[in-house]
């Protein structure tokens, strides 16, 4: 068995940057994480044993308790800024640029007075961010989602983690179904999205199947595993070394391997040294259980 590593993968600059804004928290038990800071739940659990409090997703609308709230890379509205500013709260602002980009361009396309149309996942934090400040929007996370808008001014943004392909497909079936609309499109899918997108189109070339690294949560790796599947190429979505199975390899001769934008570099290496293993017949699972993949040696040692 031979492992072959995608061209592009792992952790993103916008999530590298977020982790050490996080890592430069003088008083972590002052500071609330509004929402998951990845989508990621070692570093989740990290964070829990650094002294952070942290706020799931579902119950953002709460004013925390902690006199610093820390905005997570996927952004919040200007609507969610001022509640909480106005709530007395310092915020720590980690929310990507490209994230903030998105946001721009859909407040652009608001203010030239088009109804918004964000392809994306309904419910995702980073959409919910972006839309709270639009008056006229729809998500639109798939091509059966698309419908005659009442608007003949349409302006059409994504979800910086969108594949190329599916957004290719949303925008034909708008354009289809709006052929008298006036559409402007902005391309918000972020640079770090794209090359590994590209990379694992690569990768899939010359590997039989791919092992996929990320949390089972995290909506960019699951699409990385989904790719791989629509290319008729099986895939393996595993979060760390231990859930690797040595006979789900059975039959495969050459292995592909790649990780979501919030997947730690300590969880790729564990996962790439078990399969090296894999492949010399040195391993058991006992043995693999134990590969660290995690460090607490300073209060945040992500990067
Ligand atoms: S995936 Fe893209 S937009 Fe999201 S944090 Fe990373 S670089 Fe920023």
Redesign the pocket.
Known sequence: MKIIRANDMGM????RD?LKMVDDVADPTKVTIHGELVHNPRVIYQLGVAGFSQSSEEKRDNTPETPQVLIT??GISDRERVRLESSGKELIDTT????RR?HDAAMQLAAEGRHVLLIGKPGHV?VQGIVEDLQSHDVVPSKEAVREYTSKMLGIVCQ??MPSSLLDEIRERISLLNGDADIRFIDTV????KRRQQAILDLIQNVDAVVVVGGKNSN?TRRLAALCEQHGVPALHVECAGELNPNWFDGHEVIGLTAG?STLDSTITAVETRLASMVVGKTDSNEVSQTPDLSLNSHMPFV
């Open positions: 993103c600059f916008g999530v977020a890379a996927h990507c640029p490209l994230v998105a980073e910086t983690t972020c640079h770090p999205t960019n934008t």
